[in-house]
């Protein structure tokens, strides 16, 4: 599927639940990345990570937290302190950060509070 | 901050017209202009790029132009199809960890 599998696809969280989205590439990319797309915007960066252990935190990085333990795999928590959680989530990952190269995006969750 | 604006949010046109996307970035350290097609309900993918010691390529029916002093890049598509219709998003990069995205256009190709 692209090489990034992304799951679950549809997802419904109650308040004050925290939930975990996840994010596992096959392509041997160093860089991976986690964006929320809303309706009628662009895509706004929440984290990204560069070499295993090691995450940054995006433009909107509040409520949300990842880790990255291995290379393949960097899982993002949407905690009950992000107040409007629903939305669209896409992980992408590239060949090498720092050198300008495209996206391999997941097929992306879509989280909805109930 | 840095931005990207994008323009139009909402582009019609006729089956077998050509269609024509815009965006302006305000980093000027920017050197790689990628654009991504997402159809819906699907994930964004890449279909053409661009770097900044380059002012145009093409692949096939789309194309993209960069004018670096004016800071602007362009996606065009001709001849379209049903199947181009989809949500247009460009980016700007510094070769870094960020990539801006602008807000999408909408195109629809009316058969």
């Known amino acids: 599927d692209g090489g990034i599998t992304q799951s679950p696809k549809y997802l419904f969280r109650k308040e004050g639940q925290n939930v975990t989205l996840s994010c596992e590439q096959n392509l041997n990319h160093d860089a991976m990345y986690w964006y929320r797309q809303d309706p009628g915007q662009g895509l706004r960066l929440i984290y990204y990570?560069?070499?295993?252990?090691?995450?940054q935190k995006g433009d909107i990085a509040e409520g949300y937290s990842v880790s990255r333990e291995k290379k393949e795999s960097f899982p993002l928590t949407v905690t009950s302190a992000q107040k409007n959680p629903t939305a669209f989530y896409l992980c992408a990952s590239s060949i090498a950060p720092g050198q300008g190269y495209g996206y391999t995006f997941g097929s992306g969750t879509r989280l909805t509070v109930v | 901050g840095e931005n990207v604006e994008q323009h139009p949010s909402t582009l019609s046109v006729q089956e077998g017209d050509s269609a024509v996307i815009k965006c302006t970035y305000s980093?000027?350290?920017?050197?790689?202009f990628p654009w991504y097609k997402q159809e819906l309900g699907k994930r964004p993918q890449l279909i053409i790029d661009?770097?900044?010691?380059?002012g145009e390529k093409k692949d096939q029916r789309i194309a993209v132009t960069l004018n670096k002093t004016a800071k602007h890049f362009s996606l065009h598509i001709t001849e379209t199809q049903p199947e181009d219709s989809a949500v247009y998003f460009c980016a700007a990069s510094t070769g870094g960890f960020k990539t801006i995205f602008g807000a999408g256009t909408r195109l629809f190709v009316k058969a």
């Open positions: 661009i770097r900044s010691n380059v």
């Open positions: 990570s560069q070499i295993v252990n090691d995450f």
């Open positions: 980093d000027s350290a920017s050197n790689y």
